[in-house]
């Protein structure tokens, strides 16, 4: 496995963990309600990070050609 597919699995598996103890206690509305709107202003902001990434990003398999040969 690569190490993005060991951190994504152990997010999920914690963010598991958490929602299960969540479950197991009885909070009232607005706690849940802060924890949602955190879990969608989380994935808002990751889905921004991936897009900024893939913008920006230069990819490795481009090679840098403007170095002149001077050739005599």
Do not use: C, R
């Not at 299960?20 to 849940?32: N, V």
């Not at 924890?35 to 969608?40: E, N, T």
């Amino acid at each position: 496995m690569k190490t993005s597919h060991i951190f994504v699995l152990s997010a999920l598996v914690i963010t598991g963990a958490y929602f299960g103890a969540l479950s197991l206690f009885e909070l009232p509305e607005t706690t849940m309600e802060w924890v949602l709107s955190d879990i969608i202003l989380g994935a808002i902001l990751y889905v921004n990070y991936l897009v900024i990434a893939m913008a920006h990003g230069s990819p490795k398999t481009q090679k840098n050609y403007s170095e002149k040969k001077v050739t005599a």
